[in-house]
Protein backbone atom coordinates (compact mmCIF):
# COMPACT_ATOMS: atom_id res chain seq x y z
CA UNK A 1 0.00 0.00 0.00
CA UNK A 2 3.11 1.98 0.84
CA UNK A 3 4.31 1.77 -2.81
CA UNK A 4 0.86 2.16 -4.49
CA UNK A 5 0.73 5.65 -2.11
CA UNK A 6 4.49 6.92 -3.09
CA UNK A 7 3.80 6.06 -6.78
CA UNK A 8 0.13 8.21 -6.99
CA UNK A 9 1.52 11.15 -5.35
CA UNK A 10 4.61 11.10 -8.14
CA UNK A 11 2.01 10.46 -10.72
CA UNK A 12 -0.05 13.60 -9.42
CA UNK A 13 3.15 15.45 -9.15
CA UNK A 14 4.25 14.65 -12.63
CA UNK A 15 0.70 15.67 -14.00
CA UNK A 16 0.37 18.84 -11.99
CA UNK A 17 4.04 19.89 -13.61
CA UNK A 18 3.41 18.97 -16.59
CA UNK A 19 0.51 21.74 -16.89
CA UNK A 20 1.87 24.82 -18.28
CA UNK A 21 0.17 27.20 -16.26
CA UNK A 22 2.56 30.79 -17.08
CA UNK A 23 0.93 33.04 -19.62
CA UNK A 24 2.72 36.30 -20.07
CA UNK A 25 1.20 39.28 -19.47
CA UNK A 26 2.74 42.71 -21.03
CA UNK A 27 0.93 46.04 -21.46
CA UNK A 28 1.80 48.48 -25.19
CA UNK A 29 0.13 50.70 -27.70
CA UNK A 30 -0.75 49.05 -30.76
CA UNK A 31 -2.95 49.40 -33.42
CA UNK A 32 -5.99 46.95 -33.41
CA UNK A 33 -8.03 46.32 -36.53
CA UNK A 34 -10.77 43.98 -36.71
CA UNK A 35 -11.55 42.18 -40.52
CA UNK A 36 -14.53 41.32 -42.30
CA UNK A 37 -14.05 38.78 -45.23
CA UNK A 38 -17.47 39.06 -47.37
CA UNK A 39 -18.39 37.48 -50.18
CA UNK A 40 -22.09 36.44 -52.21
CA UNK A 41 -23.25 33.26 -51.13
CA UNK A 42 -20.84 32.82 -48.48
CA UNK A 43 -20.77 33.18 -44.72
CA UNK A 44 -18.57 36.39 -43.54
CA UNK A 45 -15.25 35.28 -41.58
CA UNK A 46 -14.70 37.49 -39.03
CA UNK A 47 -10.81 37.89 -37.48
CA UNK A 48 -8.62 40.33 -35.54
CA UNK A 49 -5.04 41.13 -35.01
CA UNK A 50 -3.42 43.86 -33.17
CA UNK A 51 -0.07 45.65 -35.05
CA UNK A 52 2.82 47.81 -34.05
CA UNK A 53 3.48 49.53 -37.68
CA UNK A 54 0.92 51.43 -40.02
CA UNK A 55 2.36 49.80 -43.38
CA UNK A 56 1.14 46.15 -43.59
CA UNK A 57 2.23 43.42 -46.34
CA UNK A 58 -0.95 41.49 -47.46
CA UNK A 59 -0.97 38.53 -50.08
CA UNK A 60 -4.92 39.86 -51.38
CA UNK A 61 -5.35 36.07 -54.19
CA UNK A 62 -7.48 34.84 -51.43
CA UNK A 63 -8.56 34.80 -48.24
CA UNK A 64 -6.24 32.24 -47.00
CA UNK A 65 -3.07 34.26 -48.23
CA UNK A 66 -4.27 37.40 -46.87
CA UNK A 67 -4.36 35.95 -43.56
CA UNK A 68 -1.23 34.47 -43.36
CA UNK A 69 0.22 37.53 -44.47
CA UNK A 70 -1.12 39.31 -41.92
CA UNK A 71 -0.73 36.86 -39.03
CA UNK A 72 3.25 35.68 -40.27
CA UNK A 73 4.00 39.05 -38.28
CA UNK A 74 0.88 40.19 -36.21
CA UNK A 75 -0.81 37.89 -33.42
CA UNK A 76 -3.95 36.84 -33.57
CA UNK A 77 -7.26 38.41 -31.56
CA UNK A 78 -9.97 36.24 -31.17
CA UNK A 79 -13.35 37.78 -32.23
CA UNK A 80 -15.68 36.17 -29.84
CA UNK A 81 -16.29 35.77 -26.08
CA UNK A 82 -15.15 32.33 -25.47
CA UNK A 83 -11.60 32.83 -25.23
CA UNK A 84 -12.15 36.00 -23.32
CA UNK A 85 -13.61 34.55 -20.70
CA UNK A 86 -11.39 31.88 -20.85
CA UNK A 87 -8.43 34.26 -20.01
CA UNK A 88 -10.39 35.74 -17.24
CA UNK A 89 -10.90 32.34 -15.78
CA UNK A 90 -7.06 32.28 -15.90
CA UNK A 91 -6.57 35.49 -14.43
CA UNK A 92 -9.06 35.71 -11.72
CA UNK A 93 -10.12 31.83 -11.40
CA UNK A 94 -12.76 30.24 -12.34
CA UNK A 95 -16.22 30.93 -9.97
CA UNK A 96 -19.79 32.24 -9.80
CA UNK A 97 -18.57 35.67 -9.56
CA UNK A 98 -16.38 36.13 -12.85
CA UNK A 99 -18.53 34.24 -15.33
CA UNK A 100 -19.55 37.07 -17.21
CA UNK A 101 -16.80 39.43 -16.84
CA UNK A 102 -15.43 37.94 -20.56
CA UNK A 103 -18.35 38.70 -21.99
CA UNK A 104 -18.18 42.15 -20.28
CA UNK A 105 -15.06 42.69 -21.18
CA UNK A 106 -15.47 42.23 -24.80
CA UNK A 107 -18.66 44.31 -25.01
CA UNK A 108 -17.24 46.96 -23.61
CA UNK A 109 -14.21 46.57 -25.61
CA UNK A 110 -16.26 46.58 -28.72
CA UNK A 111 -18.60 49.42 -28.18
CA UNK A 112 -15.49 52.01 -27.54
CA UNK A 113 -13.66 50.10 -29.88
CA UNK A 114 -16.89 51.13 -32.97
CA UNK A 115 -16.68 54.53 -31.35
CA UNK A 116 -13.76 55.56 -32.50
CA UNK A 117 -12.58 53.22 -35.73
CA UNK A 118 -11.70 54.37 -38.28
CA UNK A 119 -12.79 52.12 -41.81
CA UNK A 120 -11.62 50.90 -44.68
CA UNK A 121 -11.69 47.53 -47.49
CA UNK A 122 -9.80 45.72 -49.45
CA UNK A 123 -10.91 43.90 -52.65
CA UNK A 124 -9.77 39.91 -53.01
CA UNK A 125 -8.73 38.67 -56.23
CA UNK A 126 -10.55 35.58 -56.02
CA UNK A 127 -13.69 37.26 -55.32
CA UNK A 128 -15.24 39.44 -52.02
CA UNK A 129 -14.01 42.50 -50.13
CA UNK A 130 -12.00 42.44 -46.60
CA UNK A 131 -13.46 45.08 -44.78
CA UNK A 132 -11.61 46.23 -42.01
CA UNK A 133 -11.64 49.13 -39.07
CA UNK A 134 -8.98 49.87 -36.85
CA UNK A 135 -8.11 51.94 -34.04
CA UNK A 136 -5.51 52.90 -31.22
CA UNK A 137 -5.22 50.65 -28.53
CA UNK A 138 -3.37 50.81 -25.33
CA UNK A 139 -4.01 47.63 -23.22
CA UNK A 140 -2.48 45.29 -20.99
CA UNK A 141 -2.84 41.68 -22.97
CA UNK A 142 -2.30 37.78 -22.13
CA UNK A 143 -0.84 35.76 -24.35
CA UNK A 144 -2.55 32.48 -24.63
CA UNK A 145 -1.14 29.05 -25.52
CA UNK A 146 -2.47 28.57 -29.42
CA UNK A 147 -2.79 24.88 -29.00
CA UNK A 148 -4.80 24.53 -26.17
CA UNK A 149 -7.03 28.07 -26.69
CA UNK A 150 -7.76 27.76 -30.20
CA UNK A 151 -10.47 25.25 -29.73
CA UNK A 152 -12.88 28.22 -28.35
CA UNK A 153 -13.23 29.98 -31.36
CA UNK A 154 -16.25 30.39 -33.13
CA UNK A 155 -17.21 28.67 -36.51
CA UNK A 156 -16.69 32.02 -38.78
CA UNK A 157 -13.66 32.91 -37.49
CA UNK A 158 -10.34 31.90 -39.24
CA UNK A 159 -10.41 28.03 -38.90
CA UNK A 160 -6.76 27.43 -39.87
CA UNK A 161 -4.64 27.27 -37.01
CA UNK A 162 -1.51 26.90 -38.74
CA UNK A 163 -1.27 30.63 -40.16
CA UNK A 164 -1.37 31.73 -36.77
CA UNK A 165 1.94 31.96 -34.57
CA UNK A 166 0.64 33.75 -31.65
CA UNK A 167 -2.95 34.41 -29.58
CA UNK A 168 -2.98 37.36 -27.58
CA UNK A 169 -5.96 38.99 -25.75
CA UNK A 170 -6.42 42.58 -24.39
CA UNK A 171 -7.73 42.29 -20.65
CA UNK A 172 -7.29 45.36 -19.63
CA UNK A 173 -8.62 48.43 -21.97
CA UNK A 174 -6.50 51.46 -20.77
CA UNK A 175 -7.59 53.53 -23.51
CA UNK A 176 -9.07 53.28 -27.64
CA UNK A 177 -8.82 56.24 -29.37
CA UNK A 178 -9.11 56.92 -33.09
CA UNK A 179 -6.08 56.53 -34.91
CA UNK A 180 -4.29 59.63 -36.75
CA UNK A 181 -2.30 57.76 -39.16
CA UNK A 182 -4.05 55.78 -41.33
CA UNK A 183 -2.98 51.97 -42.05
CA UNK A 184 -2.07 51.48 -45.16
CA UNK A 185 -1.86 48.17 -47.03
CA UNK A 186 0.79 47.47 -49.21
CA UNK A 187 -0.70 44.43 -52.14
CA UNK A 188 1.85 44.14 -54.66
Given at each position: ??????????????????????????????????????????WPVYF????????????????????????????????????????????????YETYD?????????????NETAK??????????????????????????????????????????????????????????????????????
Open positions: MKTTLIIFFLFCQNVCLAQNRDYSLFCGDYTFISFMWSKTNANTVVKQDTIYADITNLDTFAKSVYSVNPYVPVYDNPYQSAINIMCGKSFGLELLNKFTDEFEGKIKILTGGYIYYKYADLKAIFIELDKQRDWRHLSSNEIRDSSIVNRMVLPISIINCTTKNNKIRFVTE
